[in-house]
Every structure is written in structure tokens, then in C-alpha cells.
């Protein structure tokens, strides 16, 4: 038997016989552990209490500042939606305008009611160029 293999059934032989004793051991270690909280004073009782408590605030405060931060996002969406079908609607009354005016423009029947005919054609037909621009 070499040297290395003696120390190692040395070894193996002193781990066996202290096996019994890593049980112990850890239940002391765990035990020491959890009563060392129970013997801690009020205040740092209270400090640890504190502590979970602002870690748990903080925690609801990254998720309050995402959640505000995504309805904001929404908002804005919302109120260009409302504002595109705003428009979208006023398109439509002036388209209705454009036609009733082309139509009193072919019923014209002199030149002062064709003028007013056409003037608000003209008129209509700006408001609706501009507003589609808005929209594009």
C-alpha cells in the first residue's frame, strides 16, 4: 500500500467514525443560527422588520413607476386616436358639404348663385386639404 492510499483509508476510516457526529454538528450550527435571531435585541428585531418593509416598498415602487409609465403610453395613444376620429368625422360632414354644393351648383340658376355655389366648394375643399395634411 502506498502512502497516499494509507492516509486516504486513514481518512476514510476517522470520517467514519466521526460520521455521527456531522448530524450533530449541524443541528447546532442550524440551531445557533435560528435562535441567534431570537436572541436578538428589540431594535434590531425592529431593524430587520424595517429593512423587509422598504425592500418591499421599493418593490412596489419599480412596479407603480412601470405601470404608470405604460399607462401613460396608452394615454397618449388614446387621445391621438381621438383626435384622428375627430377629424376623420369632419372630413366626412365637409365631403357631405362638397356634395350638396356641387349639387346647388348645378341647380344655379344665375351667376350670382353659381359664385356662392362655387365660393363654398373652394372653401370646403381647402379645409378638407388641410385637414387631410393633418392626418398624413
Known amino acids: 500500500m502506498t502512502i497516499g492510499q494509507q492516509s486516504w483509508s486513514l481518512l476514510s476510516s476517522e470520517f467514519a467514525a466521526h460520521a455521527g457526529l456531522i448530524p450533530v454538528v449541524a443541528d447546532i450550527l442550524i440551531r445557533n443560527a435560528v435562535m441567534g435571531v431570537w436572541r436578538w435585541t428589540i431594535g434590531r428585531k425592529l431593524m430587520a422588520l ?9 418593490a412596489i415602487a419599480v412596479t407603480s ?6 399607462i401613460h403610453v396608452a394615454d397618449t395613444q388614446r387621445n391621438a386616436l381621438a383626435f ?9 360632414s365637409l365631403m357631405n358639404s362638397i356634395g350638396s354644393t ?25 379645409t378638407v386639404r388641410t385637414i387631410w395634411a393633418e392626418l398624413s
Not at 424595517?50 to 421599493?58: E, R
Not at 413607476?65 to 405604460?70: H, I, P
Request: hydrophobic fraction near 35%; glycine fraction near 6%.
Open 65 to 70: 413607476a412601470t405601470g404608470v409609465g405604460t
Open 84 to 92: 384622428a376620429e375627430q377629424r376623420v368625422r369632419h372630413l366626412e
Open 102 to 126: 356641387e349639387r346647388d351648383s348645378l341647380l344655379a340658376y344665375d351667376d350670382r348663385s353659381w359664385r356662392a355655389a362655387e365660393s363654398r366648394y373652394s372653401k370646403d375643399a381647402e
Open 50 to 58: 424595517s429593512s423587509a418593509g422598504l425592500i418591499v416598498a421599493a
